[in-house]
């Protein structure tokens, strides 16, 4: 009598257990009756009498040529609608779009902004052992192989009393990647569209997806390449920023106009924000700049306190105080420095032996404070 009362315990427990199901939490609550309610016929009002005005504060519309009408019932979901995260620094939404779109706008010069997208798309599907179907750079189109994703799903069709109600799932989609690039070049969008789906559920196959569903796996696929294109952002910042502290060797010679100059053993986009820390340990102010022309218009306060002290042990002054300039330039892996004055007359070789001692100890110095 025992055994009998736990194994009644047990499928009782079972029971109350499959109450609360994964199923359960994605679809409403509640009795599904209003399912077989029936459209009252309206009041018929003999001609000889005046029609009765109704409300219609809580009529029903009808519904719209492309609306889903399966959606009743326990196929509602109820789970939250599928947001895009623009986490991406200048990326957004733009309102009522019903697309799953982001648009990204240029924030890092180092390269287009077209190619630093595709390039976070290539390596997403790469990281994900996912194939490229077809890929039209020149159109902005990139059609992916098979996703494939294995889950244990709750059987719908499991009797109460089965000792598991669970079955493996095999969801498989293929994607569409657009991109549409303004014609400045410096904002692009990004559109993912779900073209092909099939899911198993044990024996059975369905290539059916609602509308809902389309959204919510077009989001989440695009919610990851966004996610994905951050996390590289981030990687080549702490990587771009070890390098702007390591210290960088430095030598006499020539920019392109075979004018004196230092020339940096460093890649210009290392050497540019480096030189601001440079120049900071040095006892200049950095009053405006232009990266894209590598100009720095500086003021030199004097250099007692600092690095360039030596400078002035004599009677002499090398380097007034005053407004300077600097011209960079990239020369392949290396970087020419020109110092000119407030006129950008180039400093002549004397001039730049004067200052050289002192700009390439610091240059080389490691661990400049940031």
């Not at 009765?52 to 609608?81: Q, Y």
């Not at 982001?102 to 052992?129: E, G, Y």
Request: aromatic share 8%.
């Amino acid at each position: 009598m025992n055994k009998s009362l736990a194994l009644v315990s047990g499928l009782v427990v079972m029971s109350l257990t499959g109450c609360s199901s994964q199923l359960d939490n994605q679809t409403a609550s509640g009795s599904y009756d209003y399912l077989k309610a029936q459209q009252n016929k309206p009041i018929d009002t003999p001609a000889s009498l005046d029609k009765p005005e109704f409300a219609r504060d809580h009529e029903i519309p009808e519904l719209g040529d492309g609306a889903d009408s399966t959606l009743v019932g326990r196929k509602v979901p109820v789970t939250s609608p599928a947001l895009v995260h623009p986490l991406v620094a200048g990326s957004h939404v733009e309102e009522g779009t019903r697309d799953a779109v982001v648009v990204f706008d240029q924030v890092d010069d180092r390269q287009p902004l077209n190619k630093a997208i595709w390039d976070s798309v290539l390596s997403f599907l790469d990281k994900h052992d996912v194939a490229v179907n077809t890929f039209d750079k020149e159109n902005g189109r990139l059609v992916t192989d098979w996703f494939v994703v294995s889950e244990e799903l709750e059987d719908e069709d499991s009797p109460w009393y089965a000792l598991s109600d669970d079955i493996t799932a095999d969801r498989k989609r293929r994607f569409e990647f657009t991109m549409a690039v303004k014609p400045h070049g410096r904002t692009a969008s990004l559109t993912t569209k779900l073209l092909d789906f099939e899911e198993q559920r044990g024996d059975k196959v369905s290539s059916n997806i609602n509308e809902l569903e389309q959204r919510r796996e077009e989001v989440a696929i695009l919610n990851q390449v966004i996610a994905h294109y951050e996390y590289q952002i981030q990687l080549d910042n702490t990587r771009r920023l070890a390098e702007i502290r390591q210290g960088l060797d430095s030598e006499m010679g020539f920019n392109s106009a075979d004018e004196p100059a230092i020339v940096v053993l460093g890649k210009y986009d290392v050497v540019w924000p480096r030189m601001l820390l440079v120049l900071r340990k040095l006892g200049f102010d950095v009053k405006d700049l232009d990266k894209s022309n590598g100009l720095l218009f500086v003021t030199y306060n004097g250099g007692d306190e600092g690095w360039w002290g030596n400078l002035f042990s004599s009677d002499e002054e090398l380097l007034e105080e005053g407004d300077y300039r600097l011209k960079l330039a990239p020369q392949g892996e290396r970087t020419s420095v020109t110092f000119m004055n407030d006129e950008s007359v180039a400093f002549d070789a004397k001039q730049l032996t004067d200052i050289y001692d002192s700009f390439s100890q610091v240059m080389s110095q490691d661990n400049l404070d940031i």
